[in-house]
């Protein structure tokens, strides 16, 4: 609907200014029903299982989605841009199907979790993630937008590239979320078991310990895990056993099962974007260009700053004032260097440095709107690189 509201001039007969005001408000008005259904699911599943929904993957990034819809109705009503939901929303639409991959179950609370602070903590981190969302979301609309896709220059290519390359990584995770979902209706299933060593200093007995540990598989496993053997496995397209062993060095049980997942979501992803590049016989951001000329750039600019300077404080207290009171309540240390806190620091140090150069070297245009979608790339690193691959303190968060 919002696609429709800024393609409206070059279609319109009567008055475009007028079919678009009145698109504008009906997309919106749809985007608030929208809200306000995941607010009711929020509240009813709080009022479920007793606590704020936010405890696992799959309710943190139902969160996430939430919230980048506020943030969302929060610009638009600031400046109006029917063009910012053109990008916007499908990002929430992205996150709420890929928190969809995760089980739903509401469960109960670790020990570590059972704190107010870890609400307000986990809540306002959304929020302004959600912000960074919106910033990234229009970022790559100016991109987009200002592009010379017909360009040879040396510039052009490389700016072109970096769009294409943006798009391939997008479709990437949308290859993930649909190859989980395919093989999850075909009720796909293989299961291997690996001897596992267990340390002394981490045994019971004191003594090291050679114990079997079993994987499932829910996507088919072009990789199985090292050293392990087959207990069930249903066969896929004629295949009748894992074309890989995973390397020696990836021991972990479940090392197996991680790398057979980004092996998918890169093949799926990959089929995508190339079936689209042949079905429209050009960078897919060229595709995408004509529906955004009506914008314009320097209010895609702003919108993304001003986006990403209302994000910022709020991600601070969040991700990292909040988030190191709880940490003190849970483990009893403000700061560990675990993973997921050295990672929150990490996007917080970036966006320091993007309102740095925007303020004090004036960066604007496209060197802005670049920062702004590799820092959101570091941020989704953050929430899915580190829950489900790096283990830590964290790892409650990729059950």
């Given at each position: 609907m919002f696609v429709i509201s800024i393609t409206g001039k070059k279609w319109s007969n009567?008055?475009?200014?007028?079919?678009?005001?009145?698109?504008?408000?009906?997309?919106?008005?749809?985007?608030?029903?929208?809200?306000?259904?995941?607010?009711?699911?929020?509240?009813?599943?709080?009022?479920?299982?007793?606590?704020?929904?936010?405890?696992?993957?799959?309710?943190?990034?139902?969160?996430?989605?939430?919230?980048?819809?506020?943030g969302f109705i929060i610009i638009y009503i600031i400046y109006r841009s029917a063009g910012t939901g053109v990008f916007?929303?499908?990002?929430?639409?992205?996150v709420q199907a890929y928190a969809m991959v995760f089980p739903w179950e509401a469960e109960p609370l670790i020990p570590a979790l059972q704190d107010n602070w870890l609400k307000i903590h986990v809540t306002t981190a959304a929020l302004g993630e959600a912000f960074f969302a919106v910033g990234f979301a229009t970022g790559l609309m100016y991109l987009i937008r200002t592009v010379n896709f017909s360009g040879t220059s040396k510039k052009e290519r490389r700016s072109i590239k970096g769009v294409e390359f943006t798009i391939f990584v997008i479709l990437v995770v949308v290859g993930f979320i649909g190859s989980v979902f395919l093989f999850n209706g075909m009720d796909y299933h293989a299961e291997f078991s690996k001897d596992v060593i267990?340390?002394?200093?981490?045994?019971?007995?004191?003594?090291?310990q050679v114990t079997t540990e079993n994987v499932e598989y829910t996507l088919p496993p072009i990789v199985k895990p090292y050293n392990s053997e087959i207990v069930s496995m249903d066969s896929y397209f004629g295949i009748q056993k894992p074309l890989f062993e995973a390397p020696f060095w990836?021991?972990?049980?479940?090392?197996?099962?991680?790398?057979?997942?980004?092996?998918w979501a890169f093949i799926?992803?990959?089929?995508?974007?190339?079936?689209?590049?042949?079905?429209?016989?050009?960078?897919?951001?060229?595709?995408?260009?004509?529906?955004?000329?009506?914008?314009?750039?320097?209010?895609?600019?702003?919108?993304?700053?001003?986006s990403i300077a209302l994000g910022f404080?709020?991600?601070?207290?969040?991700?990292?004032?909040?988030?190191?009171?709880?940490?003190?309540?849970?483990?009893?240390?403000?700061?560990?260097w675990d993973p997921k806190e050295v990672w929150a620091l990490i996007v917080w140090l970036f966006y320091s440095v993007y309102l740095h150069l925007r303020l004090s070297r004036g960066w604007q245009g496209s060197k802005s709107?670049?920062?702004?979608?590799?820092?959101?790339?570091?941020?989704?690193?953050?929430?899915?690189?580190?829950?489900?691959?790096?283990?830590?303190?964290?790892?409650?968060?990729?059950?």
């Amino acid at each position: 609907m919002f696609v429709i509201s800024i393609t409206g001039k070059k279609w319109s007969n009567r008055d475009p200014e007028a079919h678009m005001k009145r698109w504008s408000r009906f997309a919106f008005g749809v985007t608030v029903l929208g809200i306000a259904s995941q607010i009711i699911y929020f509240i009813t599943r709080w009022i479920y299982s007793g606590h704020i929904p936010n405890a696992n993957m799959f309710e943190f990034m139902t969160l996430l989605s939430m919230m980048i819809i506020v943030g969302f109705i929060i610009i638009y009503i600031i400046y109006r841009s029917a063009g910012t939901g053109v990008f916007a929303l499908p990002v929430a639409f992205i996150v709420q199907a890929y928190a969809m991959v995760f089980p739903w179950e509401a469960e109960p609370l670790i020990p570590a979790l059972q704190d107010n602070w870890l609400k307000i903590h986990v809540t306002t981190a959304a929020l302004g993630e959600a912000f960074f969302a919106v910033g990234f979301a229009t970022g790559l609309m100016y991109l987009i937008r200002t592009v010379n896709f017909s360009g040879t220059s040396k510039k052009e290519r490389r700016s072109i590239k970096g769009v294409e390359f943006t798009i391939f990584v997008i479709l990437v995770v949308v290859g993930f979320i649909g190859s989980v979902f395919l093989f999850n209706g075909m009720d796909y299933h293989a299961e291997f078991s690996k001897d596992v060593i267990v340390p002394a200093e981490e045994s019971e007995l004191e003594l090291e310990q050679v114990t079997t540990e079993n994987v499932e598989y829910t996507l088919p496993p072009i990789v199985k895990p090292y050293n392990s053997e087959i207990v069930s496995m249903d066969s896929y397209f004629g295949i009748q056993k894992p074309l890989f062993e995973a390397p020696f060095w990836m021991q972990g049980v479940n090392a197996g099962r991680k790398l057979n997942t980004v092996v998918w979501a890169f093949i799926i992803g990959t089929l995508l974007y190339y079936t689209l590049r042949l079905i429209l016989r050009k960078p897919i951001g060229a595709s995408i260009q004509p529906i955004l000329n009506d914008l314009d750039p320097d209010d895609l600019d702003e919108i993304s700053y001003r986006s990403i300077a209302l994000g910022f404080p709020i991600f601070t207290l969040g991700a990292l004032i909040f988030a190191m009171i709880w940490a003190h309540i849970a483990w009893e240390r403000f700061w560990g260097w675990d993973p997921k806190e050295v990672w929150a620091l990490i996007v917080w140090l970036f966006y320091s440095v993007y309102l740095h150069l925007r303020l004090s070297r004036g960066w604007q245009g496209s060197k802005s709107s670049w920062l702004s979608v590799i820092g959101f790339l570091i941020v989704m690193f953050t929430l899915v690189g580190v829950n489900l691959v790096i283990a830590g303190l964290h790892s409650y968060a990729g059950v």
